[in-house]
């Protein structure tokens, strides 16, 4: 396969899984993200990767760690987040701003410099991470599941803008993912016990369920599918009545 992929928040946690598995794979990955020394060190154990230090929420630093790539990618998958945990009405409005940049308009700048890279070439895809939150926002998340909410309609838009030239757009949200910034929660095991209970499927996923599911969407078998929020959670989201107590 000679396929080139740029994952942003790359160096670690899902996105780090997600350069593993494209690479092994076949992909030229860029490994983007704003710690130069954990992409670094990524892009190392990696046979054919390129390390890529940039901020999203810089459209000029964006520009040019797509310049430093080369070529035009392939595919490019928004995986970079952030999440500010705290009662909408006690939250600052740095720490909502700050969500909303990173999760929205990190993703709006790399889509919008990646659509314009890959319209002269007739192809390209585009996948941005959302989140189950943004079809039942948590309790103390901030602007978190708005701002999921919000990419997973702005890659709606991008597919329908942009299908013409080729291009897809897709989005996958993660349920209760053991992995990324997760990984604080699931340390206390009560809670790790409950929301694995939670679950139909009965466990966390993992960081590689959702490295799988960005492999697939970028596939021949996922060719056809655009404008699409693929799930990935277990059936989490349709478990409201096995949660609740019938007395």
């Known amino acids: 396969m000679n396929k080139s ?10 996105g780090a899984e997600i350069c593993r598995t494209l690479s092994k794979a ?4 860029g490994v983007f993200d704003i710690d130069a020394q954990a992409a670094q060190a990524l892009s190392g154990e990696l046979s054919n990767a390129l390390t890529l230090v940039a901020d999203v929420t810089d459209a000029d630093s964006v520009k040019a760690a797509f310049n430093d790539f080369g070529d035009t990618p392939d595919l490019v998958v928004n995986n970079a987040g952030v999440v500010r945990f705290g009662l909408l009405g006690e939250q600052s409005l740095d720490d909502f701003t700050t969500v909303m940049n990173i999760n ?4 709006y700048n790399m889509a919008r410099e990646a659509v314009n890279r890959m319209v ?8 941005s991470l959302t989140s189950v939150n943004a079809y039942g926002p948590g309790p103390g998340s901030g602007a978190y599941p708005a701002s999921k909410a919000a990419v997973k309609q702005l890659m709606r838009q991008f597919a329908l803008e942009y299908g013409e030239h080729g291009i897809r757009a897709n989005s996958v949200a993660p349920g209760f993912i053991d992995g990324g910034m997760s990984t604080p929660i699931y340390a206390d095991t009560k809670v790790r016990a409950a929301r694995s209970r939670g679950v139909p499927l009965g466990r966390l996923g993992s960081p590689a369920d959702i490295a ?3 492999l697939f ?10 404008g699409h929020d693929l799930v990935v959670d277990g059936a989490v989201n349709h478990a409201v009545l096995k949660n609740l107590p019938r007395e």
């Open 104 to 107: 929205l308009i990190g993703v």
């Open 26 to 29: 076949g992909y030229r990955v």
């Open 217 to 226: 969407l970028d596939s021949e078998g996922g060719a056809y599918i655009s």
């Open 5 to 14: 992929a740029i994952v942003t928040g790359g160096a670690a946690g899902i």
């Open 212 to 214: 799988q599911a960005v």
């Open 120 to 127: 002269p070439r007739g192809s390209g895809h585009i996948i």
